[in-house]
C-alpha cells in the first residue's frame, strides 16, 4: 500500500481558486495512475480527475475546464488545481494511487460558501 498525504484543503468563496496536493510514499514513476476523488454528505464518492504517468489526463464534466490535474514524479506528487469555484464543489477531497492496487489518503475538506 501506498501511504498519501494530502494537503491544502480551505473555505473558499464562490469564484475562488485552491490548490490541493497528495505526497506519495512511493517513486511517482513507479505509480501507475494518481488522481482525486470527491464525497459530498449524503452522496456516493465521485472521480474528479486523474493522471496516468505519462501524464494522460480524464476529468469529471462537472469540472472540466474548471480544474486541472498534474504531478510531479520527482516529488511524488500529484496536484489539483481548482478555479471558479462553486458551492457544489464543497466536499471531502481523496487522493488515490492506483499501483495494481488502490490506495487512498485522508481526505481534505474544501468548503466553497460565501
Known amino acids: 500500500q501506498v501511504q498519501l498525504v494530502e494537503s491544502g484543503g480551505d473555505l473558499v468563496q464562490p469564484g475562488g481558486s485552491l490548490r490541493l496536493s497528495c505526497a506519495a510514499s512511493?517513486?511517482?514513476?513507479?505509480?501507475?495512475?494518481m488522481g482525486w476523488y470527491r464525497q459530498s454528505p449524503g452522496k456516493q464518492r465521485e472521480l474528479v480527475a486523474f493522471?496516468?504517468?505519462?501524464?494522460?489526463?480524464n476529468y469529471a464534466d462537472s469540472v472540466k475546464g474548471r480544474f486541472t490535474v498534474s504531478r510531479d514524479n520527482a516529488r511524488s506528487t500529484v496536484y489539483l488545481q481548482m478555479n471558479s469555484l462553486k458551492p457544489e464543489d464543497t466536499a471531502v477531497y481523496y487522493c488515490?494511487?492506483?499501483?495494481?492496487?488502490?490506495?487512498w489518503g485522508q481526505g481534505t475538506q474544501v468548503t466553497v460558501s460565501s
Open positions: 488515490y494511487a492506483s499501483t495494481g492496487t488502490t490506495s
Open positions: 512511493e517513486s511517482g514513476f513507479s505509480i501507475n495512475i
Open positions: 493522471i496516468t504517468r505519462r501524464g494522460i489526463t
